[in-house]
């Protein structure tokens, strides 16, 4: 999942290995990872098994299932799913969530590395993960792994304007005096503002699929002042951080919390579906 709009992109490494370490970083608690990260509307579900046939008897592969937020709702919608997970301690939190389900092989590797069974998907699902996947051997990949005619599915997932807009304001503050690369003033974008259009670029260029079709959900969860504390130590930029800034960080924004906003506070996501069929 990409990281809470506050925090700012850190430029001082080269973007391979940043994206490399900050993929990493999941697997350092993922007790909390399954605790603190939130699930994806019924709705999304719905339009995968429309939009990209993941329904009940359908192969699906799912790219870094995380802990299990999207395998377990498709696993109890039929699909058969190969769950590939890099992170080991994600991985065996996966499997425990879905204990008893027969229906489900989670696979502790990388997806860049992983042998494609000789079987093809009827699907590829990743939820929140795709980013990532090497850029370089993500999209060939996926279209390697799926029959003709067969479904990539990515949902990613942004932080956007609505909820307790004044306090996502108002937290920059906390942001700006603890990691001083934020940039001054950053605010969450407007969901209308958001395009898929980087997404639907890559998968064109990829000269392996057809177009793009985008569905999009709203999502608003309200969460007390631990509770968004806890999500946000799930958050790879967040985690990076020296430990004194990151606790000066938290503080902050628990004092913000529980000062100004009664302890509680709403934050709005924006959930963006995207399928793309194989040529």
């Known amino acids: 999942m990409p990281d809470n709009i506050t925090h700012a992109k850190r430029d001082d490494q080269p973007e391979e290995s940043r994206r490399v370490r900050l993929s990493q970083t ?3 608690d993922a007790e909390l990872y399954d605790r ?3 699930g994806y509307p019924p709705e999304l579900y719905d339009d995968l098994a429309e939009f990209a046939g993941a329904c009940p008897g359908s192969r699906v592969l799912e790219v870094g299932c995380g802990t299990g937020q999207a395998t377990v709702p498709l696993a109890e919608r039929g699909c ?3 769950a590939v ?4 301690s994600l991985a065996a939190v996966a499997r425990r969530n879905l204990a008893g389900t027969a229906v489900v092989q989670v696979v502790t590797t990388e997806f860049e590395s992983w042998p494609l069974p000789e079987e093809p998907f009827d699907a590829v699902v990743s939820a929140s993960a795709f980013h990532w996947i090497d850029p370089a051997v993500r999209m060939a990949k996926a279209a390697d792994a799926l ?3 067969g479904a990539l599915a990515v949902v990613r997932t942004q932080h956007v304007m609505g909820g307790s807009e004044e306090f996502f304001i108002e937290v920059q503050r906390c942001y700006e005096r603890f990691d001083p690369k934020t940039p001054p003033g950053l605010r969450p974008p407007a969901a209308a503002d958001i395009e898929g259009r980087d997404h639907a670029q890559e998968v064109g260029r990829s000269g392996r699929f057809g177009p793009t079709v985008f569905r999009r959900y709203e999502q608003d969860l309200t969460y007390t002042t631990s509770e968004y504390l806890e999500l946000l130590r799930t958050y790879s930029g967040h985690r990076v ?3 004194a800034a990151r606790n000066g960080l938290l503080g902050c924004i628990a004092s913000l919390i529980d ?3 009664d302890g509680r506070v709403i934050r709005r996501s924006l959930i963006e579906l995207g399928v793309s069929h194989r040529h």
């Open 147 to 149: 029959r003709p005619g």
């Open 241 to 243: 951080l020296p430990e």
């Open 85 to 88: 997970e890099a992170g080991p």
């Open 259 to 261: 000062g100004r906003y």
């Open 80 to 82: 058969r799913i190969t």
């Open 36 to 38: 603190a990260r939130p």
């Open 26 to 28: 999941f697997d350092e």
